[in-house]
């Protein structure tokens, strides 16, 4: 009953209230603009929270990502482009069903179900993550050092790229989190004589090149694309009928993207593809998906959703991010001077419900915001390329300016913006970039902290059973794509 | 689906040396040999300060994995061949170079400057050629974001002759 009303602190705020509208706004903003996203927008936007309290600052952040998350479909359907990686799902169905005439009825499923789909995931992240912050009492390092192995190991399984590459990319950002001076002996690693370095690489410089510059260089190249915008008169509420045909599927999509959420790396990109798929499967009518299916876009859009508050469960309650976006937001925890973990919901429950109450009043929010206003969102993808890149561009230099006041951060920035572009290019995701750099610190520094315990030897990790289980569980993650490739070549 | 496989069969009939995956391999094999070469010149701790491992073993063990899976791509990819990239267009070069513009106008004149001399430039080579859309990228909307982070933010920019001005 506390907790509840903790929950519902944030309406009794004016400050908070301010924040959640102007943070739903802005990310459906975000969501909307193909190429932007919560990801992004969070980066962009987290210079900005260091005038905010933390609890100010996270619902900020976190309500960005529910309804940046809600926002690609809008383009989705409209443009048939996803405004975000997650809505990709969206468009097999929302677009072709648009030029049927009936991109109202379209949005409309889909700003429902995102919203049945995000609420759901709040009653689960309520209920789940103190429990598994109450298991989390139970780990020391060798444990915290096999979690955040499987963290890294879930990204072979994560929805873009090969599973070799994202490892790959994985690998590499954690070698960025081992620049600077050696937490543990305050040895210089790769600081090559710069003094800037020894401090090593911030998230923020790294983050904001890998997403908004690498997107800028990739925007460059398609800068001829014509994009076929679907009218839109207005958003319908969807039908009884409709309703019939999709209660089911929303409330299975709910339930298979809150799971896919609470997995370690993976995200609304992944649950929307499974959601939407298991939707196909269990149709009435699977002949339809493709072709302007409803149930189609209930599926993916109640999964991509549902994944917000799922991946909030392990990043607030491990410290271990659920997506890449939540990997923004425990940036922005640690700036904050918050540390996740089982001690904050202990120490801190008013900041955690608070965060909780926020989500959920998010998701009414942007269905609201959705509900009236997805046709002037619509219209906010008729700004040009040429004039809102270059205004990204400053606001993404003066945001990684700001908080270091350090030119070199910039400077790393664009680099990070170059190697960005070209990691895409050729194949490989930036996401695991990002969660091995975050995850980085924790890896090397709890490996060397259980070397200490087991005196340096290596097998008495085996003796730990919870840890034992995050290896076996670690190995089958990394299987796992190979199973998924060869079960695919079968069905081929 | 055929466009796909057109684009692979490109690439395999291409000599090795100019195939994508061996390029971009070749790549980061030579840069994580450099960096695992840098890891041995890492200070070494005394064994009485040593924390578990050395510092270097920890970044030589990552550099390791990463050459051992790079060279797993490759022979994946020798067996199935990465799709052929299309050729960069004049813009994204453009805006290539607008970054290292930006960096030596931040570096030796003003940092403000440098930003508007970017949003102009790539604004413009991108294709916006109506001067008051220009004016509105390039100097505008750059001090609006000055103001909004020199007042709300209370952050002080690095000194150069457009922010001297407005500093003195």
């Known amino acids: 009953m506390d907790n509840l009303l903790l929950m519902l602190a944030p309406l009794f705020s004016s400050k908070l209230l301010l924040v959640l509208f102007f943070g739903t706004l802005f990310g459906l903003i975000l969501g909307v603009l193909p190429g932007l996203g919560p990801t992004t927008g969070g980066a962009l936007i987290l210079p900005f929270t260091m005038t905010l309290d933390p609890l100010s600052a996270i619902v900020l952040l976190t309500s960005i990502y529910c309804a940046g998350t809600y926002g690609g479909a809008i383009t989705a359907v409209l443009i048939n482009t996803p405004g975000t990686p997650a809505a990709a799902a969206t468009c097999l169905d929302g677009y072709p069903l648009a030029q049927k005439g009936e991109a109202g009825r379209a949005l409309g499923m889909a700003t429902v179900s995102s919203t049945v789909g995000g609420i759901f995931s709040v009653v689960i992240l309520v209920f789940f993550a103190p429990i598994l912050a109450q298991l989390a009492y139970e780990f020391g390092q060798p444990e915290y050092f096999a979690l955040a192995i499987f963290g890294l190991t879930m990204l072979a399984s994560i929805g873009e790229g090969s599973p070799i590459k994202n490892l790959i990319a994985g690998a590499f950002g954690i070698l960025i989190s081992t620049v600077g001076k050696d937490f543990m002996t305050s040895i210089d690693r790769f600081t090559f004589g710069i003094n800037e370095l020894t401090e090593g690489i911030g998230f923020i410089p790294v983050v904001v090149g890998l997403f908004a510059m690498s997107e800028m260089l990739t925007q460059s190249t398609l800068i001829n694309q014509v994009f076929n915008r679907i009218a839109l008169k207005a958003i319908k509420l969807p039908s009884k009928d409709d309703y019939k045909k999709t209660w089911k599927t929303i409330l299975r999509s709910s339930g298979i993207g809150s799971f896919i959420g609470v997995l370690p790396a993976e995200g609304g990109t992944v649950a929307s593809l499974i959601g939407y798929s298991e939707a196909k499967r269990f149709s009435n009518n699977p002949e339809e998906f493709g072709k302007g299916s409803i149930e189609g876009i209930a599926g993916a859009e109640a999964a991509n959703n549902a994944a917000t508050g799922g991946a909030m469960v392990p990043t607030l309650a491990l410290g271990i991010p659920g997506s890449a976006t939540t990997a923004v937001i425990l940036t922005g925890l640690i700036i904050h001077g918050v540390r996740p973990g089982p001690d904050l919901f202990r120490e801190q429950p008013d900041f955690l419900y608070g965060i909780f109450g926020a989500m959920l009043i998010a998701n009414i929010l942007f269905f609201i915001f959705g509900f009236f206003g997805a046709k002037i969102f619509a219209r906010i993808t008729l700004v040009p390329n040429k004039i809102l890149w270059p205004m990204i561009f400053a606001v993404s230099v003066c945001g990684t300016y700001s908080l270091n006041q350090s030119i070199i951060d910039v400077w790393i920035m664009l680099f990070f913006g170059v190697l960005g572009f070209f990691m895409r290019r050729y194949g490989f995701s930036v996401v695991p970039v990002i969660i091995g750099l975050i995850l980085g610190e924790l890896v090397e520094g709890t490996l060397r902290q259980s070397l200490v315990i087991f005196d340096g030897n290596w097998l008495m990790f085996f003796t730990r059973p919870i840890a034992l289980t995050f290896f076996i569980l670690s190995l089958i993650a990394l299987a796992f794509p190979l199973l998924r490739s060869r079960k695919f070549k079968k069905k081929l | ?168």
């Open chain 2, 1 to 168: 689906m055929k466009n796909v496989q057109n684009q692979k069969r490109a690439n395999k009939s291409l000599p090795f040396f100019f195939r994508d995956e061996f390029r971009v391999s070749v790549v980061i094999i030579l840069i994580s040999v450099a960096l695992l070469v840098t890891t041995f010149t890492f200070d070494i701790v005394p064994p009485i300060l040593n924390r578990g491992i050395q510092p270097a073993t920890f970044p030589k063990a990552l550099l390791v994995l990463i050459i051992v899976m790079t060279l797993l791509i490759y022979y994946l990819a020798t067996k199935n061949p990465w799709k052929v990239e299309k050729k960069l267009p004049r813009s994204f070069f453009l805006t290539l170079f607008s970054f290292v513009i930006f960096i030596i106008v931040s570096k030796t004149l003003d940092f403000f400057l440098a930003i508007s001399v970017l949003s102009i430039f790539v604004s413009y080579c991108w294709g916006e050629k109506r001067l008051f859309y220009l004016l509105l990228v390039g100097i505008i909307f750059p001090i609006i974001v000055f103001i909004f982070f020199e007042t709300i933010l209370g952050l002080r920019f690095p000194p150069g002759i457009i922010t001297n001005i407005y500093y003195s």
